[in-house]
């Protein structure tokens, strides 16, 4: 049985690095107004029908670990796909085969250095200990390297924490969420050589300032590739973190990056074809327009429109479901062509 929470429970679950510098001066940040509903269940909240027991391989200690390359490997976004629904069925039914107590304190963990394994262990800093979550596999081209740090996989874990606080009451997962937001905080700081891990980015258009979590971030500035459906997981993360301490600065920044996600959408959506999967001429190259992520991109969009009670995501989204409608009718078309001349 897998420890529900195990990820982020024990000593494998975080590192640390220093805090970076001040957020940089500059242009007007772009943001909205948006009247965020904090009502609502976590955006993560997924339904299911009966208990929720998929087969997934783990460690001794019952950390869900990945079959990657020959490799086993701790990935943080798989264990969350894997962890969210037995945290919904856990809360129906109490069916869930996980157990929900930690067995280590994690705030500790995430404090001392020594209690990280290696494959884990942050930089030492003079500043405050951010928990990071690495990625410990190459798995795009470019990058930083490996380990590397995923926003997508920050904001994951974030909204884990925050749930397993909902779910159990235990205060020590809500102030591992309080470390892992602070990750949110740094920023890569384009002066140093060696700039702690960041995944928030900026980037200015004119005297506005866009604000986006990046997936995959990356030292080059011409391998920048602005995922949006990684960066929507992020700000997911932010959300779930606003619900459940009311912080002003992640309010901020929820609004800063809803903002960007808004003014954004040209930059991947494909009149009558699925959307782009990042917003950079070099993630087209990369890793143009697949249907499936189109379809899940739209799904995204309507919950976000939920959370952020904005119109203009959920037309953003009607947009993209016509699209691809457009494309299937389209390739159904072509099919039946090409399945005439046979037989022709």
Request: proline share 7%; charged share 20%; glycine share 10%.
């Amino acid at each position: 049985m897998a420890a529900l929470g195990a990820l982020g429970a024990t000593g494998g679950a975080v590192a640390g690095f220093a805090l970076g510098r001040s957020w940089p001066l500059g242009p007007n940040w772009v943001t909205h107004d948006f009247d965020v509903d904090l009502g609502l269940a976590s955006p993560y909240v997924i339904s299911y029908e009966g208990p929720y027991e998929p087969e997934k391989q783990v460690d001794d200690d019952g950390v869900v670990i990945t079959e990657y390359a020959g490799q086993r490997v701790y990935h943080p976004v798989n264990a969350s796909w894997y962890l969210f629904p037995q945290l919904h069925s856990y809360e129906i039914d109490g069916s869930s085969s996980a157990r929900l107590r930690p067995r280590h304190d994690p705030v500790p963990a995430a404090r001392r250095r020594e209690a990280l394994p290696p494959r884990v262990r942050g930089r030492r800093g003079t500043g405050g200990r951010i928990p990071v979550v690495p990625v410990p596999l190459r798995a795009f081209p470019g990058g930083n390297g490996v380990p590397w740090y995923s926003g997508m996989a920050q904001g994951m874990m974030l909204s884990h924490m925050v749930r397993m606080h909902e779910v159990t009451g235990e205060g020590t997962w809500l102030e591992t969420a309080h470390l892992i937001f602070n990750s949110f905080r740094h920023y890569r700081d384009q002066e140093a050589e060696n700039s702690a891990p960041w995944f928030v980015s900026f980037h200015d258009e004119g005297d506005r300032r866009f604000t986006t979590f990046e997936e995959y971030p990356s030292s080059d500035p011409g391998q920048t590739s602005h995922v949006a459906n990684g960066n929507i997981y992020a700000i997911w993360g932010v959300y779930d973190y606003l619900r459940a301490t009311e912080d002003r600065y992640a309010r901020t920044l929820l609004s800063r990056a809803l903002a960007t996600l808004q003014e954004s959408f040209d930059s991947y959506r494909v009149a009558g074809q699925p959307s782009l999967y990042g917003m950079t001429p070099w993630s087209y190259t990369t890793w143009s327009n697949p249907d499936g992520y189109h379809r899940g991109v739209t799904t995204q969009l309507r919950r976000t429109a939920a959370l952020s009670q904005s119109a203009t995501f959920e037309e953003q989204a009607d947009i993209l479901e016509a699209d691809i409608e457009a494309f299937d009718q389209h390739r159904a078309q072509e099919a039946q062509q090409a399945e005439d001349l046979q037989e022709s």
